[in-house]
């Protein structure tokens, strides 16, 4: 204000900084991904992801070649009816594994949900905070990586669990038609056809499961790092520039007097 005395280095003019400080803000937040994703793709993935993934493969492999044995004994499994209690009695028993499979992946799967709940109130809550300057950079960046990792988690076991679901439910409809075929005597065609159909089912998760495997397990491509590398030191630049020019909006008195004109 006009005649306010004022002290050499006290603030006199603060020119309207809505956008700039957005912009800063904005740039924290890309330089952060950048240095996400980067740190993501120079670690891999983390053996807990590697081990869910090749269990699965496991699984669907034991599924597929369950169903290519059912194909080839379709014929003879309609004929002699010995052979169809046994498939009976084999199909009943991969339902019950199948279902004990999905309520354990069930169980995981409400842990993993609970375990990242936690982590994102931690990480909500961490992050007021430090906008508050109740805690450090370093508290923060700790819940934040808390909670991407539990986020990654989560949707990795969320994929698991549908592909459990679903080889419970071939096994269901493989019990049925085993099933039908013992109590109602099922032509050979249409026993032939489900044989077939539930071998593409098995041939489709496999080869799921299996590209999943192999794009965990694979090396990260050096032109993909060195692009990420590119984009961190990108977002510093950009981080660094928002930062001199939210500076530049705050105008200090050089020297001690009185204002004079507004």
Known sequence: EEGKKVKRGELIANINSDILDAQQLQAKAQLLQSKAKL?????????????????????????????????SNSLDMYKDRTIQKQQLDLANTQYQVSKDQYKSAKAN????????????????????????????KQQLESTET????????????????????????GA???????????????????????????LKIAETNFKIAKEKLNLLISPAKREEIEALKAGVKQSE??????????????????????????
């Open 39 to 71: 740190s993501s793709l120079e670690v891999g993935a983390r053996k807990q992801e590697i081990n869910q993934a090749e269990e699965l493969v496991n699984q669907t492999e034991e599924v597929l070649l369950g169903s290519k044995k059912t194909v």
């Open 109 to 136: 799967l409400e842990v993993v949900k609970s375990n990242f709940e936690n982590a994102k109130v931690n990480y909500l809550r961490n992050k007021k905070l430090y906008e508050q300057s109740s805690i450090s």
């Open 146 to 169: 808390q909670f991407n990792v539990l986020k990654e988690q989560l949707n990795s076991t969320n994929h698991s669990f549908e592909q459990i679901k679903n080889s419970m439910k």
């Open 172 to 198: 269901e409809i493989n019990l049925n038609n085993v099933k039908n075929i013992y109590d109602n005597r099922l032509n050979q065609k249409q026993l032939l056809d489900n044989s077939n159909t539930q």
């Open 237 to 262: 630049a950009i981080l660094k520039l928002a930062e001199v020019q939210l500076k530049k909006s705050k105008i200090y008195s050089p020297i001690e007097g009185i204002v004079l004109i507004k």
